[in-house]
């Protein structure tokens, strides 16, 4: 009798244990990688002149193009989101392409390209390349980028003139797999003049120089998976968590690193919603 009293206990709770189960890997593995939400930061780095107010910057990060639910289509969805937000500068902060995802099959960068060739923005569209384009082979990824009306730029800079207002944008080389040349980047820049920099990987960010308005990162994915008490268990970073997604202040500087689009290893992003990132720029 004690056993079935037991068993008649426990029953009901495995039940509903189950079904959580159930409800919680759907949602990791299938609705929140497929969502797509579009994000609005706000940076007021120290030393932003206030001729450049307003600067609107769209981010995409790691598209991992062929990645489940990275098919064409989501990646037109992508594009017409982002020129729906109409935003002045479009970065793209790398990892175009997958390798061993669970699920995943292989896109073309050329296909992938293509399609970014539609996105707009009054000062262009720029971009760099990630450790998963580095792996595949950069001059490939490069040329796909170039050959379709994007800028590469990689350790290396551009004067940007917007209304009233000049700075700089930086583009940085991959962390792990490019040179990232931090002073290549940088050549020729007033330490006092206002400059935005990207690159991939945010572990470089401690190398940049403190002149540096806003730095803009991805990869880490903002970790993929975020549980309540826990944190988000794996970010790809020396840094642990200091540079996982969002708005950073640290120390004088303004960072940003977007939370991604695509998925790494698994296809699995659980309060960690793929993003659009619009980062609107003020001064202090």
Same mark, same amino acid.
């Given at each position: 009798?004690? $056993?079935?009293?037991?068993?008649?206990?426990?029953? /009901?709770?495995?039940?509903?244990?189950? &079904?959580?189960?159930? =409800?919680?890997?759907?949602?990791?593995?299938?609705?929140?990688?497929?969502?797509?939400? $579009?994000?609005?930061?706000?940076?007021?780095?120290?030393?932003?002149?206030?001729?450049?107010?307003?600067?609107?910057?769209? &981010?995409?990060?790691?598209?991992?193009?062929?990645?489940?639910?990275?098919?064409?289509?989501?990646?037109?969805?992508?594009?017409?989101?982002?020129? %729906?937000?109409?935003? +002045?500068?479009?970065?793209?902060?790398?990892?175009?392409? =997958?390798?061993?995802?669970?699920? !995943?099959?292989?896109?073309?960068?050329?296909?992938?390209?293509?399609?970014? #060739?539609?996105?707009?923005? #009054?000062?262009?569209?720029? %971009?760099?390349?990630?450790?998963? +384009?580095?792996?595949?082979?950069? +001059?490939?990824? %490069?040329?796909?980028?170039?050959?379709? !009306?994007?800028?590469?730029?990689?350790?290396?800079?551009?004067?940007?003139?917007?209304?009233?207002?000049?700075?700089?944008?930086?583009?940085?080389?991959?962390?792990?797999?490019?040179?990232?040349?931090?002073?290549? %980047?940088?050549?020729?820049?007033?330490?006092?003049?206002?400059?935005?920099?990207?690159?991939?990987?945010?572990?470089?960010?401690?190398?940049?120089?403190?002149?540096?308005?806003?730095?803009?990162?991805?990869?880490?994915?903002?970790?993929?998976?975020?549980?309540?008490?826990?944190?988000?268990? =794996? &970010?790809?970073?020396?840094?642990?968590?200091?540079?996982?997604?969002?708005? =950073?202040?640290?120390?004088?500087?303004?960072?940003?690193?977007?939370?991604?689009?695509?998925? #790494?290893?698994?296809?699995?992003?659980?309060?960690?919603?793929?993003?659009?990132?619009? &980062?609107?720029?003020? #001064? /202090?």
């Amino acid at each position: 009798m004690k $056993k079935t009293k037991v068993l008649r206990f426990f029953l /009901p709770i495995m039940a509903i244990v189950s &079904v959580l189960g159930v =409800i919680l890997g759907a949602w990791a593995f299938w609705l929140e990688p497929a969502n797509l939400q $579009k994000n609005i930061y706000a940076a007021t780095p120290q030393g932003w002149p206030k001729a450049c107010d307003g600067l609107s910057i769209a &981010v995409l990060a790691d598209l991992h193009a062929g990645a489940p639910h990275i098919d064409l289509e989501q990646i037109k969805q992508v594009v017409e989101q982002t020129n %729906a937000a109409e935003p +002045d500068l479009i970065l793209l902060v790398g990892d175009y392409v =997958i390798h061993g995802v669970v699920g !995943g099959e292989f896109m073309a960068p050329e296909s992938a390209a293509a399609i970014l #060739s539609e996105l707009r923005a #009054s000062l262009g569209i720029y %971009a760099v390349l990630g450790n998963h +384009d580095w792996w595949l082979d950069p +001059d490939r990824v %490069a040329r796909a980028i170039r050959n379709n !009306g994007m800028t590469l730029l990689e350790d290396a800079n551009l004067p940007i003139q917007w209304k009233g207002c000049a700075f700089t944008l930086v583009g940085i080389s991959d962390y792990w797999e490019g040179p990232h040349d931090v002073v290549k %980047a940088f050549t020729g820049l007033e330490p006092g003049s206002p400059m935005i920099a990207f690159t991939h990987n945010p572990d470089v960010f401690p190398e940049l120089p403190m002149s540096v308005s806003l730095a803009i990162a991805g990869h880490t994915h903002g970790g993929q998976v975020d549980l309540p008490g826990l944190g988000r268990l =794996i &970010v790809p970073s020396a840094f642990g968590e200091r540079f996982a997604a969002g708005i =950073i202040n640290e120390a004088g500087q303004t960072y940003f690193v977007s939370k991604g689009i695509g998925t #790494s290893i698994l296809p699995v992003r659980f309060r960690v919603v793929p993003e659009i990132a619009i &980062v609107e720029i003020g #001064s /202090p």
